[in-house]
Nanobody
């Protein structure tokens, strides 16, 4: 059974930082690409960052060098370090993996950027 559990969200002031974590189980973690998506009410989920099995990364255009995705293949975790947060980064952030053509999602963690 594939399970993704996110943590690390919360309320932060503009310009602040947060680090999100996602712990995966039920997959051969080291061979999979892992993603972070985010979603705001009334909108579709959009890709924030992606890391492949070799550590190659990709980011949404809106990230503009502020976020860093990383992975720990020992503890089966993927991280999203978010710096210089803006109010428009407010969203629910989801961890995602595709295994065998099936998408799996975590429950999401709320990030709110507000003064």
């Amino acid at each position: 059974q594939v399970r993704l559990v996110e943590s690390g969200g919360g309320l932060v002031q503009p310009g602040g930082s947060l680090r999100l974590s996602c712990t995966a189980s039920g997959i051969n973690f080291r061979i999979h690409t892992l993603d972070w998506y985010r979603q705001t009410p009334g909108s579709s989920r959009v890709l924030v960052a992606r890391i492949d099995s070799a550590g190659g990364t990709d980011y949404g255009d809106f990230v503009q060098g502020r976020f860093t995705i990383s992975r720990d293949n020992v503890w089966n975790r993927v991280y999203l370090q978010m710096n210089t947060l803006k109010s428009e980064d407010t969203a629910v952030y989801y961890c995602h993996v595709n295994r065998g053509g099936t998408d799996f999602w975590g429950q999401g963690t709320q990030v709110t950027v507000s003064s």
